[in-house]
């Protein structure tokens, strides 16, 4: 059989390392002498806490995740955690900020209004979410449980370049479309979550690193597989974990480290969007509505200005055996999703195809 794997753009789920799928196949029947499949073990099995609690170990050495912080796999994605904040930590003064910076953040607030008093800090709505509210624009609760941010949006292609000073309100931060693609200084966070299925794994396992203060009482009603303080008490186990995916992280945290870790992701993937935006910049035809200083290195989105224009390079890089190019339904034109997994061969090979593009259309 010959394999003919694309570049996938797709904003999630997306690639994963070739390496990671190698190994994956190769002990897809047999794992390490244990007579069976990950998908099929015990989760309580021997075997399968190797496999659990090595995925965690290597994942707080990868972060430089401080042992004040739990880690937790969960299930129902980035989504679920949406509700389960609120329920868990609005407990002290039932009030807490949130920056709504794009789709996500909008839906994360929306959610959290139904258990408590929520604030909207600041949001960059009105110029249709290219910027990042910056600390100036903030209006800040001091006695918020938490803030809520949302790191890099994915749909419209923007991300923090600085952390919210909050005077000790905790950040909560989703990282789905982020995380493991720099070092970040995990100390500064209250909680830090992720969906798995853009730089971690396969979808269906989400990543909690919680400091342990955060860790308590949830308000009433929460359901049991909702509360942090449940799962971290079953060490991720109150009920049958994403067995299968949390093993896959293991082997996406292994080659992590073997590019060198975090700071050798970031490197990694600087290059990649340095290579399209500087194309961008300099494009006749191609541009993009993010500002400089917040341009996300994930994912990228860009137009011609003509929607027409904008459907037929959809199609050409389709038949060109490029995958998931066009934009999010809400925002249009085209995202380019270059998450750690992508390869630089895949951004040359969409920059020479954008060059023959602009050429042949403009
Ligand atoms: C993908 C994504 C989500 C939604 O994730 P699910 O795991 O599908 O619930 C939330 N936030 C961000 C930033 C995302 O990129």
Redesign the pocket.
Known sequence: MTLSRIFNFS??PSMLPESVLERAAAEMLEYQGSGMSVMEMSHRSKVYDGIIKNTEKKLREIMSIPDNYKVLFLQ???????SMIPMNLLVKNGKADYIVS????G??YKEAKKYGEIHLAATSKEDNFSHIPTQEELNLSKDADYLHI??????FGTTYNYLPETAGVPIVS?????ILSKPVDVSKYGLIY?????NMGP?GL?VVIIHEDLVGEPQEKTPVLMRYDEQVKAESMYNTPPTYAIYILGLVLDWVDSMGGLSGMKEHNEKKAALLYDFLDGSRLFKTNVVKENRSMM?VTFFTGNEELDAKFVKETAAKGFSNLKGHRSVGGMRASIYNAMPMEGVEALVKFMKEFEAANS
Do not use: P
């Open positions: 904003a999630g129902g994605g980035a989504t679920l955690q949406f794009g789709s996500f953040s839906k994360a949302c790191e890099n949006n994915t749909i989703d990282m789905s479309s982020c992720a969906g798995a299925q853009k979808a989400t994912n």
